[in-house]
């Protein structure tokens, strides 16, 4: 069972390496945004079954780091988007 | 019992893998932005959900399970979050240009 779900893990991150590819073509920023937001998390997942898997409590507390870190990236990148001015909306950021 | 868990977390994981999969294609194969932030944050969260069920029988204490859910409870208040503010920023975006 616990090579099953080391497997499992490995395919998890394999479907987030390929998802990845939408960082290479984009095209806005966005969509670079939302792969990055995969890869938080895929990697969540993956983590999780492997901290399970070999009984280390650690591995579970590095899961929890990135799916913070994951909520951060996002909102940064939406203050970025926004130019700075978030809550108004009819101010255009980027002309 | 065990062989009904391990059943149970077979099934569940591999489902959950299955999403992983389905929210990965959409974000390559879906034309505009909207549609693949609908797949993504949708098919990713319902998968993390369904691993860590997956995993919840072989976790030995009822602090470590409850863990995993709060982490992927975390997980679902962050991704609905993000999609909100990604989809804003795509539709200024769209709208600015």
């Known amino acids: 069972m616990g090579t099953f779900l080391l497997g499992t893990a490995i395919f998890i991150l394999a479907t987030v390496a390929v998802g990845l590819a939408r960082i290479l073509r984009g095209p806005a920023d966005a969509d670079r ?20 898997v070999i009984g280390e409590d650690a591995v579970v507390n590095v899961a ?4 913070l870190l ?4 996002s ?6 988007a926004a130019g700075g001015s978030a809550r108004d909306s009819d101010d255009e950021g980027q002309p | 019992m065990s062989a009904a868990l391990d059943l149970f977390t077979f099934v569940a994981v591999s489902a959950g893998a299955f999403f ?11 034309p505009d932005a909207f549609t693949r932030l609908h797949a993504l944050t949708k098919a990713d969260n319902l998968g ?7 995993l919840l029988p072989r976790v030995h204490s009822l602090s ?13 208040l962050a991704g609905a979050v993000a999609s909100q503010l990604i989809a804003g920023a795509a539709w200024r975006r769209g709208a600015g240009e």
Not at chain 2, 48 to 54: C, D, E, N, T
């Open chain 1, 64 to 67: 929890l780091t990135i799916a």
């Open chain 2, 64 to 76: 470590g399970g409850l863990k995993l859910v709060l982490i992927w409870f975390l997980a679902l």
């Open chain 1, 75 to 80: 909102i940064t990148f939406y203050k970025a």
């Open chain 2, 48 to 54: 993390l959900g369904l691993v860590v069920l997956g």
């Open chain 1, 70 to 73: 994951a909520a951060f990236a």
């Open chain 1, 33 to 52: 945004m939302m792969a990055a937001q995969l890869l938080g998390t895929g990697g969540v997942a993956a983590l999780l079954v492997v901290g399970v």
């Open chain 2, 20 to 30: 992983f999969l389905a929210g990965t294609v959409g974000l390559l194969r879906f």
